[in-house]
């Protein structure tokens, strides 16, 4: 039987498919793990900035957590991590705060059984494989990597230790993408043939600020910048690339069976010029063509578009742009031979159009999908959304650190693991490789070694996470 009609008979299938008939996920400890299931998951933080402290407050409402150790280097940031404990009746964690490796000390603590990696980027690698070599389960957040060997190493450690890592991709809980992935695992897209995403975001008020509050404050990066201005604005002063690919692809992968039945093939990029960054220093009330910053080249083009091939036959697009005004838009779309989607907007139901083309008669006009999207509510929602309501990025960020917590308790493996992670932080490194040769496509890597064949999808399957 040729690929094609084994792709149609598994859409058939799928179509048939209810959420009580699943493949069940493997076991989360390959290795040896101190971890009984009916005490509190023992959690350590590295990196307790702004993103790091959404995390804390998720996890600092749950009575099946304890809080241990924070490692930080700013004692800023550190004192407001202890302030949301303080103010959830948790006792204060125990501080690492004597310079930029003083993580390595909480990794010996004996009293861990997870971290929390939320640091500027060029730490995930060696922050995340220390942890797995000193027993600590991982959960990373998401970059891009700085070099592809940083992936390789992820997935060799990993191999090594056993020690499982969980890829916090927040938009792949996305409200609306789940609904939609719902509906693609009900075959109501028919075979899949095209996706779309991104990470379309203004972020100049989060690239520069006056060096005391985050956003939208000043001209200011690098070492007079604070929080995100303080390190990442330097990537865009250095690299040309997909810089930010897991929002974009995160969601899509997961729809087409990234490395569980499929797998990215091969991609070419392209830049588009820089002028954004400049335009917007200069502008800018405490800018100016005469401060400092005006002088300073950026290599990162505003648009950067980033076409890739799918062993099953598939291409999806991302866009990476941050560095012009825009609306918030991460440009999703899936088309299949039955249905088309695409949205508008950060993922309310009713930003989105719609298509079928035999539900819909052969209009030829779309619909908007508020009705689709509550019609096909993914049940994870459903259940719970009365407690993720305040969550940070509309609840999304509750399913993440949920699903953490909750595989590590039932020993059940993460539904994006160190293969998605390896896999869809290499975009970022293979991406300036081909702009810097002009766009030329370059081979994505297996880091699966051929496992993508046999791997079954476990994301989303269940209402549980």
Known sequence: MDNTSSRRNFIKTAAMASFGALVLPNSLFAYSSDFKSDKKVRVGFIGVGLRGQEHVKLLAKRNDVEIVAFADPDKRMLAASQKILKDNNKSAAQEFSNGDYDYRNLLKLKTIDAVVIATP?????????????????????????????????????????????????????????????????????????????GYQHDLRGVLFNDGVTPYNSGAEFGEKGFSEAHWRTEHYVKRNGELYPTHGLGPVAVMMDINRGNRLTRLSSFSSKSVGLHKYIVEHAKGGENHPNAKVKFNQGDIVTTQIACANGETILLTHDTSLQRP???????????????????????????????????????????KWMKDYDHPIWKKFESTAAGAGHGGMDFFVMNTFIECIKRNIEFPMDVYDLALWYSITPLSEESIAKGGQAVDIPDFTNGQWKTRKPVFGMTDEF
């Not at 088309?340 to 030829?364: C, P, R, S, V």
């Open 121 to 197: 980027w060029e730490w995930h690698l060696p922050q995340g494989t220390e942890a797995m070599r000193a027993k600590k389960i991982v959960g990373m957040e998401v970059s891009g990597a700085i070099k592809l060997q940083d992936c390789w190493e992820f997935v060799k450690v990993y191999e090594e230790t056993k020690v499982p890592i969980f890829m916090m991709e927040n938009v792949c809980y996305r409200r609306d993408i789940m609904a939609v992935l719902n509906m693609v695992r009900k075959g109501m897209f028919g075979e899949l043939v095209h996706g779309r995403g």
């Open 328 to 370: 918030y838009d991460l440009g999703f779309r899936v088309q299949g031979t039955e249905g088309l989607w695409q949205d508008f907007g950060w993922g309310d139901f009713n930003q989105g159009h719609i298509y079928f083309e035999k539900t819909m008669n052969h209009t030829h006009r779309w619909e908007n999908t508020e």
